[in-house]
């Protein structure tokens, strides 16, 4: 799949939902500064995609938060089953761990098919973690505090979100030009 696709898809899709939406409101302010690092694998294996993730734990580790706060590590082919992706996170917490990022660096993920625990699958809900293609969001922890002390209320993101999503619902989500997160979905 073509790199400048992906990465054309997910910037969309980042300024549309996750800025447009503000379904995070600490994105704009590193995503305008060009601290968001988008990085495609093209790892043929989960092995691979691995190693990919160790190279982007050690970058996001060493490299000054001005020149990278955050990484976007995205493999638009290899994880098409929610479920499977949702095990190579736990994988991934684990590189974390690994590495001696613990309190340091966080993940996240997003996919097309996310699903909260307890949801059917077109609950628009779930459409707060979904993403144009399998993606971990590595998270630097001192960044992601130092945003949550400017914002007031930030336990209450998450129910701000699926209250924005509910009023819009899916046929809304799609007049964004999201349908791209909907895919295999």
């Given amino acids: 799949m073509d790199h400048e696709q992906v990465i054309a898809e ?98 996240a993920s997003f996919h097309p098919q996310f699903q909260f625990e307890g949801t059917e699958p077109d609950d628009i809900t779930n459409y707060t973690n979904r993403a144009p293609y399998p993606t971990l969001h590595l998270i630097r922890e001192a960044s992601l505090d130092k945003a949550v002390e400017a914002f007031p209320d930030a336990e209450m993101i998450y129910e701000r979100n699926m209250e924005t999503l509910s009023k819009m619902g899916i046929a809304g989500w799609m007049a964004l030009g999201m349908a791209h997160t909907k895919r295999n979905g």
């Fill in 10 to 107: 997910t910037r969309d899709w980042i300024e549309k939902a996750v800025i447009g939406l503000n379904l995070c409101p600490f994105a704009k302010s590193v995503y305008v500064k060009n601290q968001v690092r988008i990085v495609v694998s093209s790892a043929r294996h989960i092995d691979a995609f691995l190693e990919d993730l160790d190279r982007e734990l050690d970058h996001l580790a060493e490299v000054d938060p001005e020149v990278t706060d955050t990484t976007l590590l995205i493999h638009p082919t290899l994880f098409p089953d929610f479920l499977d992706f949702n095990d190579v996170h736990q994988i991934a917490d684990e590189a974390v761990t690994e590495h001696e990022l613990e309190g340091v660096i966080q993940i």
